[in-house]
């Protein structure tokens, strides 16, 4: 559920998302009724309000980058605000994803985990995510990624788990394995002034209740009509930070430092139910359970469930 492979020209893959499942919906290449391939990652979306770059090397390796902005973080840069786990989690989810769908060609990718820690603030202006394979096997890849700022530090790595799809009719097609190649998500109508990320994705805690309000829209489809990963993984920080403020009161600032994600269902258009529940609470730590509910239908199905953990910043 990570960010399309793209094209040696800079344009995205004409069709698909590396670790998306195939299934017919937006980006399909099943999509049988446009003459037109589908661009993915689509205007005003995630992955380009990110301002996302996929670099492929010369020897082959492959890496990503995300900008510092303040909409990104915790609070003003200015002021001590580290990058969200959830922005960082998205950018990693997008290359690692990349990185499995060129590995397992001409097969596909499905996502099945991601954990993520966020261990340091960022100091500069853009952030690197590296992806090495810790095992590329018959039915899985997993892979560990390393995000580091300008001064090499590393402020957050991740675990990534993919299933091997066997190629289908309808599998979209891979173009971007040109060396040296560059690729920008951007978006050509940016939204001036950004908003915050949360609101930006339109994630709406409710008040007192270890709840969620989250409406299925296109900037958080992936390329099948599913809901993008990395819009889970802000879901999930989102609720535990929620979740750390209803038990304090509501008087301190929480940060979320790790969250561990399992993708159990692509979901089929929503809308959705997101439910939290406090696991733990230590000291200046609390552990939290989010669970993401697709609610169409004669009865709600499970797609995600992730475990984090927010800490209190005093």
Known sequence: MSAAAASPSGRPARTGQPGDQPQGGVGSAGDRGSEQPVRYPPQNHILRHLRLSHQMSSDG???????????????????????????????????AGHH???????????????????????????????????????????TETSVTDEAGTEIARSTCTYA???????TPVVDSTARDNTVHYREDHEVNPRPPLDDYLRISPVPGEPRI?????????????????????????????????????????????FADMHYLAPARGGPFRVDGEVLARTGHVVTS??????????????LQTATATAEFLD
Do not use: K, Y
């Open 61 to 95: 390796s492959l890496t990503a980058t995300m900008p510092i902005l303040d909409d990104l973080a915790d609070g003003p840069l200015t002021e001590g605000g580290w990058l969200r786990l959830g922005a960082v989690a998205t950018l990693v989810d997008s290359v």
């Open 100 to 142: 499995a769908v060129l590995v397992v060609s001409p097969d596909w990718s499905a996502t099945l985990h991601l954990s993520t820690v966020l261990a340091a603030r960022a100091q500069g202006s853009v952030v690197t995510a590296r992806c090495s394979p810790l095992r590329i096997g018959r039915n899985q890849v997993v």
């Open 164 to 170: 091997r799809l066997p190629r289908r009719d309808d």
């Open 213 to 257: 309000e989250l409406p299925m829209h296109n900037r958080i489809r992936n390329s099948f009509g599913s809901l993008q990963g990395g819009a889970s993984i802000v879901v999930a920080e989102v609720m535990a930070t929620h979740l750390a403020g209803m038990c304090d009161g509501g008087g301190r600032r929480a940060r979320c430092v």
């Open 289 to 302: 359970r989010t669970r993401i509910f697709e609610t169409a239908g004669d009865s709600d199905r499970l």
